[in-house]
């Protein structure tokens, strides 16, 4: 989409990416689509949209972007709806389970920093008591009593 101009763009701005405030007749609008092509996606669960109280669909920038992506994937590369919606699911996936990536990293990161602490304070406490080993040797040693002449 190069040099167009992002119609929902000033409302991403000014409203969060998964907050549904578009009616089916914008987002069809926003994403160049017929409403009754929104419908079916929705049945076909490409696309779920917030719903109202009422039932009424409400879509999100993100949905209206993942919308443009479902018409580019069908119209530029070929993909028919099922694989589309696999792609969708397969992408889903992949952004949960980096999210849990970085989830274990962060844990990871504050364990160590918890065990370098509790070593060195178990260091520094003991510090006078410890001695100090050298490798152990594998040389036999035989003891012998010495004789009292």
């Not at 991403?12 to 998964?18: G, I, K, L, N, T």
């Not at 689509?33 to 879509?59: F, W």
């Amino acid at each position: 989409m190069t040099g167009a101009v992002d119609p929902t763009q000033g409302a991403a701005r000014s409203v969060a990416e998964d907050a549904p405030v578009f009616v089916i007749s914008v987002a069809a609008e926003l994403a160049g689509m017929h409403a009754q092509t929104l419908r079916q996606y929705d049945r076909l669960g490409l696309v779920s949209p917030g719903r109202t109280a009422g039932g009424g669909r409400r879509y999100s920038p993100r949905d209206v972007a993942l919308l443009r992506e479902v018409q580019r994937l069908s119209q530029e590369d070929g993909v028919n709806l099922a694989g589309i919606k696999r792609i969708i699911e397969l992408e889903s996936q992949v952004e949960a389970l980096q999210a849990r990536v970085h989830e274990l990293l962060d844990e990871l990161e504050h364990s160590e920093r918890g065990r370098i602490a509790a070593e060195a304070a178990i260091s520094a406490a003991y510090r006078a008591d410890l001695v100090p080993q050298r490798r152990p040797s594998s040389a036999l040693v035989v003891w012998r009593p010495r004789s009292s002449r």
